[in-house]
């Protein structure tokens, strides 16, 4: 089990699960998960792995985001799963 994550790598895993709730979320929804979204502090290298709970209070993914928007939806759009899968691999 990984316990360290860079912000950068944090940051890929919240763009693939907004990309997965886009159409759950909304625009609403999009603009308070960024709101939540703090910046890399200066002393931290966005590229170095730091503690996980370090990068949760930065970064909100996950869990984090389903407790926001409780409506998820009934069947999974295979669309919002191949741009999920993409962001993932770093095409996007």
Do not use: V
């Amino acid at each position: 089990m990984k316990f360290e994550l860079s912000y950068t790598e944090a940051m890929t895993i919240q763009r693939s699960q907004i990309a997965f709730y886009r159409q759950s979320i909304g625009r609403r929804g999009i603009k308070k998960i960024r709101s939540l979204t703090k910046p890399c502090p200066p002393d931290i290298h966005p590229d170095t792995p730091q503690s996980i709970f370090k990068i949760n209070d930065l970064i909100p993914r996950g869990s984090d985001i389903e407790a926001l928007f409780r409506h998820m939806p009934a069947q999974q759009d295979p669309t919002k799963i191949a741009w999920h899968e993409a962001i993932n691999r770093g095409l996007f």
